[in-house]
């Protein structure tokens, strides 16, 4: 099945079957009058993708565009707890379908059966909504409501195979473990928010690769077991790059091996200064130990010497950005962590519209040609946010009419300077292509 006729499918199942019955199921609709579960969804959804600063009258003219003539305060009616549920359940539905593009052909990236990047981002609510969404927790912080979405996608082919709402107070550790297991022989790239000795050690176990940046404080032994200090290491070594074998943990003794990068003298200044800035802020001092390894990028993977060296480790490792460009799409293009509301209950429903907005795009970018790191992905978010209307219009119109659609998309793709990249810049597919033979 081609990857149009995938995300035309999973678009009618979710746009329609799923919509209606969360509707039935949440109470957003109880007797059918003017909305029904999948055009109340499809008006939330398609006018937040064309607009995410929609009014609710610019919301009652895409209902309208629908064939339901509502007015705007019948749009006010609507924003309530029941569809808010209604828009989460059917977000939940769409994150649970499966899309599978082709992989692409990476510079080093290619010899994993996946290269998986995994992050979370936060999204404060009004306090009102603390019992339903608990924030932080924090004393020093008034964000008493919070969600956090966590995500994962493989690089290779752009596909999600987590993407997935927690409270804000869950931490990233505790998240993962709802992860679906990663196949063998793929690449799980994470940040410190993921750093566990545990799931390390598991998933070397089950044939997974992963690289990770080291914590500070986190001790270190030599091939022998004896304690490695890497603070002193470092600073009576004149080498710019390390390679070792280590092991990991003080109880867990986890074989890995070390990583270490000499980094420019303004990187390294940089970095103290925002070391020496956070630690300021939270009424502490930052010790002597970090400033100084602040000079140095140092990571711990259970990758071999013979896939991948040292430069190679740090340039894949580059990748791991994606996942934050995916978030900055999310924020900038799609905007679902602002609204122009400040009802509780609008809020709610907008997150989960635009998180499901943000889902649907996704499809249709990769139904119509995007492939990550080759392509700019805020650039085509904007892409198909041009086109949000007609998409919405052809789908409620028919099957063929959407295909057609998406195959227009793809062709202003081709045609656009997505895939353009400035003359001389160092973007990520040129650094991997650079390091593939060094």
């Known amino acids: 099945m081609s990857i149009l006729t995938q995300v035309t499918d999973k678009m009618q199942k979710v746009g329609q079957h799923a919509a209606d019955e969360a509707a039935i199921t949440c109470g957003a609709i109880q007797r059918h009058r003017k909305f029904t579960g999948?055009?109340?969804?499809?008006?939330?959804?398609?006018?937040?993708?064309?607009?995410?600063?929609?009014?609710?009258?610019?919301?009652?003219?895409?209902?309208?565009?629908?064939?339901?003539?509502?007015?705007?305060?019948?749009?006010?009616?609507?924003?309530?707890?029941?569809?808010?549920?209604?828009?989460?359940?059917?977000?939940?539905?769409?994150?649970?379908?499966?899309?599978?593009?082709?992989?692409?052909?990476?510079?080093?990236?290619?010899?994993?059966?996946?290269?998986?990047?995994?992050?979370?981002?936060w999204i404060s609510l009004p306090n009102e909504l603390s019992s339903e969404w608990k924030g932080s927790g924090c004393r020093t912080t008034d964000?008493?409501?919070?969600?956090?979405?966590?995500?994962?996608?493989?690089?290779?082919?752009?596909?999600?195979?987590?993407?997935?709402?927690?409270?804000?107070?869950t931490t990233d550790q505790k998240a993962e473990q709802d992860f679906d297991p990663l196949p063998a022989g793929s690449l799980r790239l994470a940040d410190l928010g993921y750093f566990s000795l545990d799931a390390f050690e598991k998933l070397t176990q089950t044939g997974v690769f992963w690289i990770n940046r080291l914590k500070v404080q986190c001790p270190l032994f030599d091939e022998n077991k004896e304690t490695f200090c890497l603070h002193k290491y470092l600073r009576a070594t004149n080498a710019h790059i390390i390679d070792l074998s280590c092991f990991v943990g003080a109880t867990k003794h986890l074989p890995a091996r070390l990583v270490a990068l000499r980094c420019s003298e303004q990187a390294a200044n940089k970095r103290r200064r925002q070391i020496i800035s956070d630690a300021k802020r939270r009424g502490t001092l930052p010790s002597k130990e970090k400033l100084q390894l602040a000079g140095w990028n140092i990571y711990i993977t259970n990758t071999d010497k013979t896939q991948l060296t040292p430069i190679q480790v740090a340039t894949v490792f580059r990748v791991r950005w994606q996942v934050e460009l995916m978030f900055k799409s999310f924020k900038s293009v799609g905007k679902v962590d602002s609204s122009r509301s400040t009802k509780p209950d609008r809020i709610?429903?907008?997150?989960?519209?635009?998180?499901?907005?943000?889902?649907?795009?996704?499809?249709?970018?990769?139904?119509?040609?995007?492939?990550?790191?080759?392509?700019?992905?805020?650039?085509?978010?904007?892409?198909?946010?041009?086109?949000?209307?007609?998409?919405?219009?052809?789908?409620?119109?028919?099957?063929?009419?959407?295909?057609?659609?998406?195959?227009?998309?793809k062709q202003d793709l081709l045609n656009s300077d997505c895939g353009e990249h400035r003359a001389g810049k160092w973007t990520t597919y040129r650094c991997l292509k650079e390091a593939e033979n060094p």
């Open 348 to 409: 709610l429903c907008e997150v989960s519209a635009k998180l499901l907005t943000q889902l649907i795009r996704h499809w249709i970018m990769l139904s119509t040609g995007w492939r990550c790191i080759q392509h700019n992905i805020i650039k085509t978010a904007e892409l198909i946010t041009h086109h949000a209307r007609i998409l919405m219009i052809s789908f409620h119109k028919s099957k063929t009419a959407f295909l057609k659609t998406l195959r227009n998309i």
């Open 143 to 169: 964000n008493k409501a919070a969600i956090k979405l966590q995500v994962r996608f493989d690089v290779l082919t752009g596909a999600f195979d987590h993407f997935r709402l927690t409270d804000g107070i």
């Open 38 to 121: 999948s055009t109340l969804v499809q008006t939330l959804t398609f006018g937040l993708l064309q607009e995410p600063d929609a009014s609710y009258t610019d919301i009652a003219q895409t209902a309208r565009a629908l064939g339901v003539d509502v007015t705007r305060q019948a749009i006010v009616h609507r924003m309530t707890h029941e569809t808010a549920e209604t828009l989460k359940m059917t977000l939940e539905t769409a994150a649970a379908q499966c899309i599978t593009p082709s992989p692409q052909t990476l510079p080093l990236l290619s010899q994993f059966t996946g290269v998986y990047v995994q992050d979370s981002t």
